[in-house]
């Protein structure tokens, strides 16, 4: 092993100046516009005339050193030597120079396999989280679910044919790591943590006692030993705890399902931004394909785009028809578990006399 | 790591290969003749398929010098896939933007490949580059690598994360300030926080140059800073007529118009009028007309606070905190850096162990963290001023209070231990 100097060097982020595209450091706060010349290219336009094309793909986000060295030989062929990725997950190869454009599309397409789109009104790269491939809190996988819905939904990715676009996002635990999505997939537990009183000394038991949302966690001795003890009737099976301490485990193989939520935007175009709803709840956690899954986001997609207006995304396209008319159309069953009892749920009941009867 | 070989058994995953969506157990199969370690995590992960069961459990190790940036695994199964016992997560703060060079990424790839298993990943939820599979040694060497080659490790645990922009000004008509290099300045300037961990909780930027927010600033960190300008926008109305020549008149009423949510636009003839006293800036009709419109000249941010996602309290958006700040210059940014330390001042004396700043916001109220971080309130803040009437009017408790000191002192004056007052 080479000698190490290693101390806090503290460098920071790395100067972006020497990795911008020769066409980006030009014409840098200088552009005028942007058009879409089909899915999953663009070009924009500086004021000084110039025009950088780029070809966005979608990317399995976990990749191999060999798979990133075959991805930086195609950039460097046609793209100047230079690319970047977007925040779900896709890959822009960056073009300065318009006769490299169809030779490019040719190499990602068929010497990466990558499909190309996730521009405009599409589906776009579902951001996904680590789960079993490397996390130590998943009751679910990420990359693997994502390549199967992606697989399912690759249609409108490759085409822009939804009404706005579509954000979504699968976490594998509560803590939902991949956050809102215009669609979101979440696992969900149904039961108590099992503590192993004998681990506990592994664990912070202030921090333990501290950390649940429901104060359903106090202190207890058992046979002896400091430990803890669950309130059941307290415990809404978020999993905090066991994010904390290793030795309450939240996740159980049997029982563990998925659910599907809906209406999450960030963006503040026409409305205001929306944390995302609880659509559908129970679905079987199924590898390798969790078909149940691509089957209930296929549902709500197809709903969207026919009762979509444009520019709407699907959390404003649900609020114009209402939720009794979504729950209508996608023929989910609206149950008593989709009324709130969180500490907020008094400003989600319709406290109104406006009703669709 | 060991380097036994071990013949992949992954029937489950095998139908993963199927599909048009890029599969990243094609890849890892083909990989795994390279680095034989990458067969024992597919087998590996191939038994959570079969069981539904995972197998990672979180451990501790840190560069010296540093408190975070590798997220160190081990395999329960370490007996089976003796590989996995130490099979670490080096993250590695991002360009900003995530923009790269060729070279840049090479040498991401060799120096995850020299130390370890060879597994990337652009990006992870943070932000990072995520380099993953790196035993003990091969955790400090990476990052030593790193670092020689001009790289940093990334943030983790109760610290500031690292942060994460959009493209910004880099490609991006929009983009209302430079979000690229704010998102450098503040990286550079708050690095200390980053590498070690010493806040109640962890802290999120991220930046987005206007409110289109494509970095999910508000609902994604702690302190979202997105781009905005004071003033009229900008209005071609040349292109105006052109967009009304090309679409029609009915695609301005149907998709524009009606759409605005303060109904700030109408039209006459081919004109477009805006009142722009209305405008909230929500971006919708530039998007749509982005050749014709332009956001104002006056550019600046609205920064807000307390973005996080459910844990504990339910979900919080960013609320409104400063609502325009200009970071152009030097000056302007050190300016926030300043209110920034304040900010950070205030939550990590007052904050409870584990307490995100959005949750601070929660259990001591907005007026008590305007007050300690020193804002003055703005109508800007918030939907509608408050509806229950249990109010603590300082100004008008009874004279009989004065030069007494209050039964229950506001959380900014209260005493603390080995100091007169905060």
């Known amino acids: 092993m080479s000698q190490t100097t290693l101390a806090p060097r503290d460098q920071g982020a790395p100067d972006y100046t020497k990795y911008l595209h020769p066409l980006m450091a030009k014409n840098y706060g200088k552009w005028d516009y942007h058009e879409r010349l089909r899915p999953g290219v663009l070009v924009h336009v500086g004021e000084s005339g110039d025009k950088l094309y780029t070809v966005r793909a979608g990317s399995p986000r976990t990749m191999s050193a060999d798979t990133v060295r075959k991805v930086c030989a195609i950039a460097d062929k046609y793209c100047e030597g230079f690319l970047r990725f977007t925040s779900r997950s896709n890959i822009e190869f960056l073009v300065g120079k318009k006769e490299n454009l169809d030779p490019l599309i040719q190499a990602v397409?068929?010497?990466?396999?990558?499909?190309?789109?996730?521009?405009?009104?599409?589906?776009?790269?579902?951001?996904?989280?680590?789960?079993?491939?490397?996390?130590?809190?998943?009751?679910?996988?990420?990359?693997?679910?994502?390549?199967?819905?992606?697989?399912?939904?690759?249609?409108?990715f490759k085409n822009e044919q939804l009404p706005n676009r579509v954000h979504i996002s699968s976490s594998c635990c509560q803590i939902n790591c991949a956050s809102h999505g215009d669609i979101s997939i979440i696992v969900q537990h149904h039961h108590a943590p099992r503590i192993n009183h004998k681990n506990?000394?592994?664990?912070?038991?202030?921090?333990?006692?501290?950390?649940?949302?429901?104060?359903?966690?106090?202190?207890?001795?058992?046979?002896?030993?400091?430990?803890?003890?669950?309130?059941?009737?307290?415990?809404?099976?978020?999993?905090?705890?066991?994010?904390?301490?290793p030795s309450m485990e939240i996740r159980d193989a049997q029982t563990d399902t998925l659910s599907i939520w809906v209406g999450g935007k960030m963006s503040n175009a026409r409305s205001a931004p929306t944390f995302m709803k609880l659509a559908v709840w129970g679905i079987p956690n199924n590898p390798p394909r969790w078909?149940?899954?691509?089957?209930?986001?296929?549902?709500?997609?197809?709903?969207?785009?026919?009762?979509?207006?444009?520019?709407?995304?699907?959390?404003?396209?649900?609020?114009?028809?209402?939720?009794?008319?979504?729950?209508?159309?996608?023929?989910?069953?609206?149950?008593?578990?989709?009324?709130?009892?969180?500490?907020e749920a008094l400003s989600t009941l319709n406290r109104s006399a406006m009703l669709r009867l | 790591m060991s380097a036994k070989e071990m013949a992949l058994n992954t029937p489950m995953l095998n139908e993963l290969e199927s599909g048009d969506w890029p599969s990243f157990v094609t890849d890892l199969k083909a990989y795994s003749k390279k680095r034989p370690v990458v067969a024992q995590l597919l087998n590996q992960l191939e038994e959570s398929y079969q069981t539904k069961w995972n197998y990672w459990q979180g451990k501790i190790i840190n560069a010296p010098g540093?408190?975070?940036?590798?997220?160190?695994?081990?395999?329960?199964?370490?007996?089976?896939?003796?590989?996995?016992?130490?099979?670490?997560?080096?993250?590695?703060?991002?360009?900003?933007?995530?923009?790269?060079?060729?070279?840049?990424?090479?040498?991401?790839?060799?120096?995850?490949?020299?130390?370890?298993?060879?597994?990337?990943?652009?990006?992870?939820?943070?932000?990072?580059?995520?380099?993953?599979?790196?035993?003990d040694?091969?955790?400090?060497?990476?990052?030593?690598?790193?670092?020689?080659?001009?790289?940093?490790?990334?943030?983790?645990?109760?610290?500031?994360?690292?942060?994460?922009?959009?493209?910004?000004?880099?490609?991006?008509?929009?983009?209302?300030?430079?979000?690229?290099?704010?998102?450098?300045?503040?990286?550079?300037?708050?690095?200390?926080?980053?590498?070690?961990?010493?806040?109640?909780?962890?802290?999120?930027?991220?930046?987005?140059?206007?409110?289109?927010?494509?970095?999910?600033?508000?609902?994604?960190?702690?302190?979202?800073?997105?781009?905005?300008?004071?003033?009229?926008?900008?209005?071609?109305?040349k292109?105006?007529?052109?967009?009304?020549?090309?679409?029609?008149?009915?695609?301005?009423?149907?998709?524009?118009?009606?759409?605005?949510?303060?109904?700030?636009?109408?039209?006459?003839?081919?004109?477009?009028?805006?009142?722009n006293s209305d405008c909230v800036r929500c971006m919708h009709c530039i998007n749509v007309m982005h050749?014709?419109?332009?956001?104002?000249?006056?550019r600046g941010a609205t920064i807000l606070v307390g973005g996080k996602r459910t844990l504990k309290i339910g979900d919080t958006m960013g609320a409104v905190l400063i609502p325009f700040i200009k970071l152009e210059t030097d000056e302007d940014r050190d300016n926030f850096t300043d209110f920034v330390e304040k900010v950070w001042e205030f939550w990590n004396d007052n904050g409870m162990d584990h307490e995100r700043i959005g949750e601070f916001i929660y259990r001591i109220g907005m007026l008590t963290f305007l007050k300690g971080v020193e804002i003055e309130p703005d109508p800007r803040m918030i939907n509608r001023p408050r509806t229950t009437s249990y109010i603590k009017f300082e100004e008008l408790g009874p004279s009989r209070f004065d030069g007494e000191r209050q039964q229950n002192p506001p959380v900014w004056n209260r005493e603390s231990e080995g100091r007169e007052t905060m």
């Open chain 1, 109 to 156: 397409e068929k010497e990466l396999g990558w499909p190309l789109g996730g521009t405009g009104p599409s589906v776009s790269n579902i951001s996904h989280t680590q789960g079993w491939l490397h996390c130590n809190l998943p009751g679910s996988d990420a990359a693997g679910s994502v390549k199967a819905l992606m697989d399912d939904l690759i249609e409108d």
């Open chain 1, 200 to 245: 506990m000394q592994i664990c912070e038991l202030p921090k333990v006692v501290a950390i649940c949302p429901a104060a359903a966690i106090r202190p207890a001795t058992i046979n002896g030993m400091e430990t803890v003890e669950v309130v059941e009737e307290k415990c809404m099976y978020c999993g905090a705890c066991h994010g904390q301490c």
């Open chain 1, 291 to 343: 078909p149940e899954v691509s089957a209930a986001v296929k549902t709500i997609l197809k709903a969207y785009k026919e009762g979509g207006k444009p520019w709407e995304r699907l959390g404003e396209w649900i609020e114009r028809i209402g939720w009794q008319r979504f729950f209508e159309k996608t023929g989910f069953p609206f149950t008593r578990y989709h009324i709130d009892d969180s500490p």
């Open chain 2, 66 to 135: 540093y408190g975070g940036g590798i997220i160190a695994r081990g395999s329960d199964k370490s007996d089976k896939y003796p590989g996995l016992a130490n099979f670490h997560t080096v993250r590695v703060i991002e360009p900003p933007g995530w923009v790269y060079s060729t070279d840049a990424l090479r040498d991401l790839a060799d120096i995850a490949e020299k130390n370890g298993a060879g597994i990337l990943q652009f990006h992870g939820m943070s932000g990072d580059v995520l380099l993953l599979g790196f035993d």
């Open chain 2, 137 to 237: 040694a091969g955790s400090l060497q990476c990052a030593e690598d790193l670092m020689n080659n001009g790289w940093d490790i990334g943030g983790s645990g109760a610290a500031m994360r690292t942060l994460q922009c959009c493209v910004g000004q880099a490609r991006c008509e929009m983009a209302c300030y430079d979000t690229m290099k704010m998102t450098k300045h503040l990286t550079d300037t708050f690095i200390h926080y980053l590498h070690r961990p010493e806040f109640v909780y962890k802290f999120k930027f991220k930046l987005s140059g206007c409110p289109n927010d494509c970095a999910n600033s508000i609902v994604r960190s702690d302190m979202p800073i997105i781009g905005t300008w004071r003033g009229a926008m900008q209005v071609d109305q």
């Open chain 2, 239 to 275: 292109k105006v007529a052109e967009f009304i020549d090309q679409k029609g008149m009915e695609y301005l009423i149907d998709n524009v118009l009606t759409r605005c949510p303060t109904r700030c636009l109408s039209v006459r003839g081919k004109e477009l009028v805006v009142d």
């Open chain 2, 291 to 298: 050749k014709a419109l332009k956001p104002g000249k006056d």
